[in-house]
T-cell receptor
Framework: DQQVKQNSPSLSVQEGRISILNCDYTNSMFDYFLWYKKYPAEGPTFLISISSIKDKNEDGRFTVFLNKSAKHLSLHIVPSQPGDSAVYFCAASRVLRQLTFGSGTQLTVLP | GAVVSQHPSWVICKSGTSVKIECRSLDFQATTMFWYRQFPKQSLMLMATSNEGSKATYEQGVEKDKFLINHASLTLSTLTVTSAHPEDSSFYIC????????????FGSGTRLTVV
């Protein structure tokens, strides 16, 4: 049972445009959500998080939106830069327990 | 702050040998360490959760006798892959919760294991 799903394995965006990465979850007990960026053969790099008491969190070019009723979160990157090209994982947890990861979305930002 | 140092970064070993992977929390005390495994082009899958001073909790399907986890101190957790086989070749990553709920999790840099 895949509790966290990223249905788009890949996404290509032109430099300067907005990148929108989507994530769905099924476990209503999750109360903390995170996005990570990962390069091959490296550990994930934390990008941004959101608690279930919020519906939006913004940090520079990155904004995460949470729709609890739809059990959906999204990561917006604007403007997208070539250096943003990587695999992005969404993850969910509750009360500092282990993270459950989505399958990842490969973002390619075209110059 | 809240850095986890993971070693080695990569290792090649022969079938049948054992490999130890270490994760050290450098500037905080990690009472809990999560161990993940990632196959190529797949997600990070939780293998086990280690807690300082107690036995690790393994996820379903993970052989506890094959993947030995030790969390003897608040700053060190180890994963030993025993009697390694080529199918154990993978990318292993540790992670620890940071101090405070909103601070998230910190990850080690990962270990690429290749069993030949």
């Amino acid at each position: 049972d895949q509790q966290v799903k990223q249905n788009s394995p890949s996404l290509s965006v032109q430099e300067g445009r907005i990148s929108i990465l989507n994530c769905d979850y099924t476990n209503s007990m999750f109360d903390y959500f995170l996005w990570y960026k990962k390069y091959p053969a490296e550990g994930p790099t934390f990008l941004i998080s959101i608690s279930s008491i919020k519906d939006k969190n913004e940090d520079g070019r990155f904004t995460v939106f949470l729709n609890k009723s739809a059990k959906h979160l999204s990561l917006h990157i604007v403007p997208s830069q070539p250096g943003d090209s990587a695999v992005y994982f969404c993850a969910a947890s509750r009360v500092l327990r282990q993270l459950t990861f989505g399958s990842g979305t490969q973002l390619t930002v075209l110059p | 702050g809240a850095v986890v140092s993971q070693h080695p970064s990569w290792v090649i070993c022969k079938s049948g040998t054992s490999v130890k992977i270490e994760c050290r929390s450098l500037d905080f005390q990690a009472t809990t360490m999560f161990w993940y495994r990632q196959f190529p082009k797949q997600s990070l899958m939780l293998m086990a959760t280690s807690n300082e001073g107690s036995k690790a909790t393994y996820e379903q399907g993970v052989e506890k006798d094959k993947f030995l986890i030790n969390h003897a101190s608040l700053t060190l957790s180890t994963l030993t892959v025993t009697s390694a086989h080529p199918e154990d070749s993978s990318f292993y990553i540790c992670s620890a919760p940071k101090q405070g709920r909103e601070n998230g999790y910190t990850f080690g840099s990962g270990t690429r294991l290749t069993v030949v």
